[in-house]
Every structure is written in C-alpha cells, then in structure tokens.
C-alpha cells in the first residue's frame, strides 16, 4: 500500500518556526503535483501550499510570504518550511500527492501564543 508520511509536527510559539516533511515512493514524487493542506477543528480542510513536478508553486493569502514549498525528487521527499508562525496556523497538517489522490496520516502543529 502506498504511503506518504509526514513529520516535523511539534509545538511552537508564535512568531517561531517548524519544517514539515513527507516521503513517499519515488515513482509519485517524480511525476505528481504535491500539496500541503491543514485542518483545524470544526473547520474545513484547506490548501496552504501546492508544487507541481517542475517546481511552480502556490499559496493562498494566509500564508503567502509566511510558508514556503520546495521539492527534492531525488529524496522523494517533499517540504514545508513555516515561518512567523501565528496561532491561527494551529491545525493537522496533510501530504497530498495530488495527481494521484494519496494522502499521509497528517501531523500536529501547536502554535501558542
């Protein structure tokens, strides 16, 4: 069964930082759209970033300066690197390969305030 896996999930304080990781096969990652997506309780889940196999990237408003996207196909491993981290941010994080509709188990993050 085919798995991605995601970790780097933790508890911060606001203003901090934390970097997400999620692995999986190589022959997903090399060909697949790749997303992040959070949800928090009572609330729907929700893109926070998403990179296609040759590197593009996008945002939404929320995040936009604060979180950055990056691929390394030769680890298929994929990042998010969070920065000025807020409260509102608090929420499980998701790996998407999204050109093939696989998903990881999510991962925690905590931020106080």
């Known amino acids: 069964q085919v798995q991605l896996v995601e970790s780097g999930g933790g508890l911060v304080q606001a203003g901090g930082s934390l970097r997400l990781s999620c692995a999986g096969p190589?022959?997903?990652?090399?060909?697949?759209?790749m997303g992040w997506y959070r949800q928090a309780p009572g609330k729907q889940r929700e893109l926070v970033a998403q990179i296609l196999s040759g590197g593009g990237t996008t945002y939404p408003d929320s995040v936009k300066g604060r979180f950055t996207v990056s691929r390394d196909n030769a680890k298929n491993t994929v990042y998010l690197q969070m920065n000025s981290l807020k409260p509102e941010d608090t929420a499980v994080y998701y790996c998407?390969?999204?050109?093939?509709?696989?998903w990881g188990q999510g991962t925690q993050v905590t931020v106080s305030s």
């Open positions: 998407a390969a999204l050109t093939y509709g696989l």
């Open positions: 190589g022959r997903i990652f090399s060909t697949s759209t």
